[in-house]
Structure formats: C-alpha cells, structure tokens
T-cell receptor, first 113, second 112 residues
Framework: DQQVKQNSPSLSVQEGRISILNCDYT??????FLWYKKYPAEGPTFLIS?????DKNEDGRFTVFLNKSAKHLSLHIVPSQPGDSAVYFC????????????FGTGTSLTVIP | EADIYQTPRYLVIGTGKKITLECSQT?????MYWYQQDPGMELHLIHY???????EKGDLSSESTVSRIRTEHFPLTLESARPSHTSQYLC???????????FGSGTRLTVV
C-alpha cells in the first residue's frame, strides 16, 4: 500500500510562472519530508526538506509547505525556469523507519520557454 | 561531483546471465540502499544495509542479493537475469536522517 502519493503524473508551466507540485501521505507518523529532482538517466538529487515542526521552508526559488492535518505537502517553484524541467519526487520518513524514506511516484514538470 | 558511483550506467544482457551491479561511496556513510524504479512508478526499496556485514531485504520482493564486506562498497547481484528484471537500479547512501540520501547515477538494466 503506497504511503506517499503524487497524484499528478505531469505538469506544464510557462517560464516565469509558479509551479506547484503536490504530495499526500497516509502515515501520520511521518515527520520528515524531502523533495528530490531527477533528470533522465541520472539519479535523484536532493532539493529541499521540511520537518514536521515547521509548516514552511524556503530555499531561493523553492518553497515547501507542510499541512500536517491534511497530510499534504507542496513544492512551489517561483519563478519557473526551463532548467527546472525534470521529475520531482517527494519522500517521507518517521523515526521508527530509521533512515528509510518512502517515495512517491513522481511528477514530471515541463517548463515551457 | 559525485560521491557515490554506480557502474555500469547501462547494461543489456541476455536471459539467464549472472550480473553484478556495482555501487561505491566515498563519504564513509554507514547506511546504503538499493532502489528499483520503473518509469512513472515510485522508487521501491529492494535492499538496505546499516553497516558492514549487515544486509536486509526491502519492501519490494527481489530475486537479487547484496553484500556489504566494506563500508564503501555495496554490490547487487542477479544470479539469473530475466526480462522482468529490466528496470533502473539506484544506489543511495546516508548518514543521518536529516541529510536524506545521496543517490548514484543509476544503472539502466535491460534483459533480453
């Protein structure tokens, strides 16, 4: 049973606009969340993280929002750039899963110049 | 600059062959992982290790085996490859949960 879900397989956004990628989880014990970015034929690279003690974390153009009551997190990219075109995975873990993270199925973002 | 290395990047092999996918990291991380990923699907954990001589199976049943004789090296072996093994295999390592994983570039395996 999938514990982390990304229900939008793909998203297209115009350059300069905001990209919003969504992620839902089912395990209320999850307390640490990551976003990864993946280009074709490469491994995922870490983008941004958030702990459950926060509801927002910002790093440059990237902001992650966490809504614990809804078990939902989102990644905002502003402004979107063509180089942001990639597959984005969210991942979640809890203390009792140790270092193991559970991943969503990914959302393929295309930023149109 | 990659601190975790996977070889080969691409491999096409015939059914029934034995193969070993290599993974090495230079960060001294105790924890290492193998994930399998098909397009449009989530990353599935197939094996992990929390240190030398420690290996465990992950959530996804796999016919592969792993070994961890040295901290830096975590190879994955398929004794008899089948077309159903065609996938991308990603190796990762970590030290602390807060740091997340560092992934290798992956091995794209095709079994014909």
């Amino acid at each position: 049973d999938q514990q982390v879900k990304q229900n939008s397989p793909s998203l297209s956004v115009q350059e300069g606009r905001i990209s919003i990628l969504n992620c839902d989880y089912t395990n209320s014990m999850f307390d640490y969340f990551l976003w990864y970015k993946k280009y074709p034929a490469e491994g995922p690279t870490f983008l941004i993280s958030i702990s459950s003690i926060k509801d927002k974390n910002e790093d440059g153009r990237f902001t992650v929002f966490l809504n614990k009551s809804a078990k939902h997190l989102s990644l905002h990219i502003v402004p979107s750039q063509p180089g942001d075109s990639a597959v984005y995975f969210c991942a979640a873990s809890s203390l009792n899963t140790g270092n193991q993270f559970y991943f969503g199925t990914g959302t393929s973002l295309t930023v149109i110049p | 600059e990659a601190d975790i290395y996977q070889t080969p990047r691409y491999l096409v092999i015939g059914t029934g062959k034995k193969i070993t996918l290599e993974c090495s990291q230079t960060m001294g991380h105790d924890k290492m992982y193998w994930y399998q990923q098909d397009p449009g699907m989530e990353l599935h954990l197939i094996h992990y290790s929390y240190g030398v001589n420690s290996t465990e199976k992950g959530d996804l049943s796999s016919e592969s085996t792993v070994s961890r004789i040295r901290t830096e090296h975590f190879p994955l072996t398929l004794e008899s490859a089948r077309p159903s093994h065609t996938s991308q295999y990603l190796c990762a390592s970590s030290e602390r949960r807060g740091d997340g994983y560092t992934f290798g570039s992956g091995t794209r395996l095709t079994v014909v």
